[in-house]
Protein backbone atom coordinates (compact mmCIF):
# COMPACT_ATOMS: atom_id res chain seq x y z
CA UNK A 1 0.00 0.00 0.00
CA UNK A 2 1.73 3.41 -1.17
CA UNK A 3 1.86 5.91 1.40
CA UNK A 4 3.01 10.03 1.39
CA UNK A 5 3.10 11.41 4.65
CA UNK A 6 3.71 15.14 4.87
CA UNK A 7 5.48 16.92 7.71
CA UNK A 8 7.24 20.29 8.36
CA UNK A 9 3.91 22.92 8.20
CA UNK A 10 3.71 25.38 10.41
CA UNK A 11 2.92 29.17 11.05
CA UNK A 12 5.65 31.25 10.10
CA UNK A 13 5.99 35.14 9.73
CA UNK A 14 6.25 36.77 6.91
CA UNK A 15 9.89 36.92 4.98
CA UNK A 16 10.45 33.58 6.52
CA UNK A 17 11.90 30.07 5.89
CA UNK A 18 10.22 26.53 5.97
CA UNK A 19 11.21 23.13 4.70
CA UNK A 20 8.70 20.58 4.11
CA UNK A 21 9.47 16.83 3.93
CA UNK A 22 7.55 13.84 2.66
CA UNK A 23 8.13 10.32 3.21
CA UNK A 24 7.10 7.80 0.26
CA UNK A 25 6.66 4.02 1.41
CA UNK A 26 4.94 1.06 0.27
CA UNK A 27 7.03 0.58 -2.89
CA UNK A 28 10.00 1.75 -5.15
CA UNK A 29 9.27 5.65 -6.56
CA UNK A 30 12.93 5.97 -8.65
CA UNK A 31 11.02 5.52 -12.40
CA UNK A 32 8.02 8.20 -11.15
CA UNK A 33 7.59 11.68 -10.75
CA UNK A 34 6.80 13.58 -7.55
CA UNK A 35 5.70 16.68 -7.00
CA UNK A 36 3.88 19.12 -4.68
CA UNK A 37 0.74 20.94 -4.75
CA UNK A 38 -0.70 23.30 -2.54
CA UNK A 39 -5.00 24.04 -2.16
CA UNK A 40 -5.77 27.73 -0.61
CA UNK A 41 -9.29 28.29 0.67
CA UNK A 42 -11.74 29.01 -2.11
CA UNK A 43 -8.63 28.11 -4.68
CA UNK A 44 -7.94 24.70 -6.96
CA UNK A 45 -5.32 23.08 -6.18
CA UNK A 46 -1.88 24.16 -7.97
CA UNK A 47 1.75 22.44 -8.96
CA UNK A 48 3.93 23.99 -6.84
CA UNK A 49 7.19 22.06 -7.85
CA UNK A 50 7.70 18.54 -9.62
CA UNK A 51 10.60 16.97 -10.16
CA UNK A 52 10.90 14.25 -13.05
CA UNK A 53 12.67 10.62 -12.39
CA UNK A 54 15.47 11.47 -14.40
CA UNK A 55 15.94 14.78 -12.20
CA UNK A 56 14.51 17.46 -14.40
CA UNK A 57 12.42 20.26 -12.35
CA UNK A 58 9.50 22.63 -12.79
CA UNK A 59 8.52 25.31 -10.45
CA UNK A 60 5.15 27.41 -10.73
CA UNK A 61 5.11 30.92 -11.82
CA UNK A 62 4.20 32.46 -8.22
CA UNK A 63 7.41 30.41 -6.39
CA UNK A 64 10.14 30.60 -8.72
CA UNK A 65 12.78 31.69 -7.33
CA UNK A 66 12.03 31.63 -3.75
CA UNK A 67 11.20 27.55 -3.44
CA UNK A 68 13.53 24.42 -4.10
CA UNK A 69 12.46 21.03 -4.49
CA UNK A 70 14.95 18.08 -4.07
CA UNK A 71 14.10 14.06 -3.68
CA UNK A 72 16.09 11.27 -2.57
CA UNK A 73 15.43 8.09 -4.25
CA UNK A 74 17.47 6.06 -1.41
CA UNK A 75 15.04 7.30 0.58
CA UNK A 76 11.98 8.22 -1.00
CA UNK A 77 11.93 11.11 0.35
CA UNK A 78 10.70 14.75 -1.53
CA UNK A 79 11.27 17.80 0.11
CA UNK A 80 10.52 21.65 -0.36
CA UNK A 81 12.57 24.41 0.56
CA UNK A 82 10.48 27.58 0.98
CA UNK A 83 12.26 31.15 1.21
CA UNK A 84 10.69 34.54 1.43
CA UNK A 85 7.59 33.44 2.25
CA UNK A 86 4.33 35.42 1.72
CA UNK A 87 0.83 35.14 3.05
CA UNK A 88 -0.01 34.06 0.01
CA UNK A 89 1.54 31.18 0.17
CA UNK A 90 -0.78 30.01 3.17
CA UNK A 91 -2.26 26.76 1.92
CA UNK A 92 -2.19 23.19 2.70
CA UNK A 93 0.44 22.08 1.17
CA UNK A 94 0.42 17.70 -1.00
CA UNK A 95 3.05 15.67 -1.66
CA UNK A 96 1.97 13.61 -4.75
CA UNK A 97 3.45 10.59 -6.97
CA UNK A 98 2.86 10.51 -10.88
CA UNK A 99 3.71 6.64 -11.40
CA UNK A 100 6.11 5.90 -14.74
CA UNK A 101 3.41 5.86 -17.87
CA UNK A 102 0.71 7.43 -16.29
CA UNK A 103 -0.59 10.74 -17.33
CA UNK A 104 -1.98 12.04 -14.00
CA UNK A 105 -0.57 11.72 -10.20
CA UNK A 106 -1.95 8.79 -8.91
CA UNK A 107 -1.26 9.38 -5.37
CA UNK A 108 -1.85 11.57 -2.84
CA UNK A 109 -0.47 12.45 1.11
CA UNK A 110 -2.71 13.85 3.32
CA UNK A 111 -1.85 17.62 3.37
CA UNK A 112 0.40 19.50 6.15
CA UNK A 113 -0.82 23.13 6.32
CA UNK A 114 1.25 25.89 5.98
CA UNK A 115 0.59 29.29 7.32
CA UNK A 116 2.43 33.02 6.68
CA UNK A 117 0.93 35.27 9.21
CA UNK A 118 2.21 38.20 11.10
Known amino acids: QVQLVESGGDLVQPGGSLRLSCEASGRTFSRDAMAWFRQAPGTERELVAG???????VYGDSVNGRFTISRDKAKNTLSLQMRSLKPEDTAIYYCAVRASGSGRYDYWGQGTQVTVSS
Open 51 to 57: VSSGGVI
